[in-house]
T-cell receptor, first 115, second 117 residues
Framework: DAKTTQPPSMDCAEGRAANLPCNHSTISGNEYVYWYRQIHSQGPQYIIHGLKNNETNEMASLIITEDRKSSTLILPHATLRDTAVYYCIVRATMYSGGGADGLTFGKGTHLIIQP | GAVVSQHPSWVICKSGTSVKIECRSLDFQATTMFWYRQFPKQSLMLMATSNEGSKATYEQGVEKDKFLINHASLTLSTLTVTSAHPEDSSFYIC?????????????FGPGTRLTVT
């Protein structure tokens, strides 16, 4: 699996867009970029994933560079409840037979939303 | 949709006793569930993969005789910490993947905090 690099921490003002970077320069052609977050003392929460096109859902947007060596998770209007550790994970998805595999979490980015 | 629950949410037990933690997928069936452990200020570490109807697969360094996993049905996996010791105190979290989701779009339970005294 491709290694990812994220800043250990970031601050963002409430109401502003939070942009969380992730470097994955060794990503392979069949590997997707997944983002999860973990609010303190809770289980992780799936946010979004993508392969090469930008993706958007009700939680966030994912921007992947054209060379796929880095990506940015964007929380458009950050609230205090978005304070969490955000994990960027790169894995090749298995679609055959609906298979699944465990996730490998790095250290992530601790995003602190300031009031 | 895609809700995973765990029970109990926290437990305190004495050293030497066993503790069972349940993980349930409430609105979907999961042939595979995963168990993670998280120590304070550290990231989640995958412990084992729980397969319905077959033996669990353990990660390197995880003692299968100490952490017993049973995946009795498509909605329930249990983790039993046998002969618990203070060093087993941790946050235990399970996850599952709905059948219509991609492999790594997984849904996590709220976690179980185990304290062994």
């Amino acid at each position: 699996d491709a290694k990812t690099t994220q800043p250990p921490s970031m601050d963002c003002a409430e109401g502003r867009a939070a942009n969380l970077p992730c470097n994955h320069s060794t990503i392979s052609g069949n590997e997707y970029v997944y983002w999860y977050r973990q609010i303190h003392s809770q289980g992780p929460q799936y946010i979004i994933h993508g392969l090469k096109n930008n993706e958007t859902n009700e939680m966030a947007s994912l921007i992947i560079t054209e060379d796929r060596k880095s990506s940015t998770l964007i929380l458009p209007h950050a609230t205090l409840r978005d304070t969490a550790v955000y994990y960027c994970i790169v894995r090749a998805t298995m679609y055959s037979g609906g298979g699944a595999d465990g996730l490998t979490f790095g250290k992530g980015t601790h995003l602190i939303i300031q009031p | 949709g895609a809700v995973v629950s765990q029970h109990p949410s926290w437990v305190i037990c004495k050293s030497g006793t066993s503790v069972k933690i349940e993980c349930r997928s409430l609105d979907f069936q999961a042939t595979t569930m995963f168990w993670y452990r998280q120590f304070p200020k550290q990231s989640l570490m995958l412990m084992a993969t729980s397969n319905e109807g077959s033996k669990a697969t353990y990660e390197q360094g995880v003692e299968k005789d100490k952490f017993l996993i049973n995946h009795a049905s498509l909605t329930l996996s249990t983790l039993t910490v046998t002969s618990a010791h203070p060093e087993d105190s941790s946050f235990y979290i399970c996850s599952a993947k709905p059948p219509d989701k991609s492999s790594y779009e997984q849904y996590f339970g709220p976690g179980t905090r185990l304290t062994v005294t």
